[in-house]
């Protein structure tokens, strides 16, 4: 059974561009989560999807957004990147919205010059 | 508001004996645990849940207790293996955080041969 696959795994921007993640789940998996490592950090949630839907947000502000497609891989998009920008963002999937553990890809690592 | 401690930035054990990590929360509407371990470079991997409805969850080497009253969960790790060194971290979901997992800041475990 294939993982929750995402890309790219790097990627280097400057101030003020825009980004574009993608996550594609495990097989017959919903639920799409997208969390953000920064360094020194913990794992910070940001955004839920299930069913094409947003369910959930975490502190985050807008220019943080994203979307799950009907087959329910996802994007997640950050617009005008600021150097706090830079960390590790990861993808988890889950089979059911309650109670059901969220499996995760290796995460794209976002640098901002 | 920090939700999930894990007060033990890191843990060295010998081969054979066994691991424990604590996690304690704040937030009495958590009703579902998990716990991952993390290696460099790599997503998180689930290794075991708990519901609220139990206070145990074993998994071959690994065991989850949940005390409810103190608000504290631990995972123990018996026997512990040297390809257990990494970092793990437990987090909670529960309430209006449906979807949204909590995690702890991670406790870094080596295990030594």
């Known amino acids: 059974e294939a993982g929750v696959t995402q890309s790219p795994t790097h990627l280097i921007k400057t101030r003020g561009q825009q980004v574009t993640l993608r996550c594609s789940p495990i097989s017959g998996h919903t639920s799409v989560y997208w969390y953000q490592q920064a360094l020194g950090l913990g794992l910070q949630f940001l955004l839920w999807y299930d069913e094409g839907e947003e369910r959930n947000r975490g502190n985050f502000p807008p220019r943080f957004s994203g979307r799950q497609f009907p087959n329910y891989s996802s994007e997640l998009n950050v617009n005008a990147l600021e150097l706090e920008d830079s960390a590790l963002y990861l993808c988890?999937?889950?089979?059911?919205?309650?109670?059901?553990?969220?499996?995760f890809g290796d995460g794209t690592r976002l640098s901002i010059l | 508001d920090q939700q999930v401690k894990q007060n033990s930035p890191s843990l060295s054990v010998q081969e054979g004996r066994i691991s424990i990590l604590n996690c304690d929360y704040t937030n009495s509407m958590f009703d579902y645990f998990l716990w991952y371990k993390k290696y460099p470079a790599e997503g998180p991997t689930f290794l075991i849940s708990i519901s609220s409805i139990k206070d145990k969850n074993e998994d071959g080497r690994f065991t989850v207790f949940l005390n409810k009253s103190a608000k504290h969960l631990s995972l123990h790790i018996v026997p512990s293996q040297p390809g257990d060194s990494a970092v793990y971290f437990c987090g909670g979901a529960g309430g209006t955080s449906y979807g949204k997992l909590t995690f702890g800041q991670g406790t870094i475990l080596t295990v030594h041969p």
């Open positions: 988890a999937s889950s089979f059911g919205r309650y109670n059901q553990p969220q499996h």
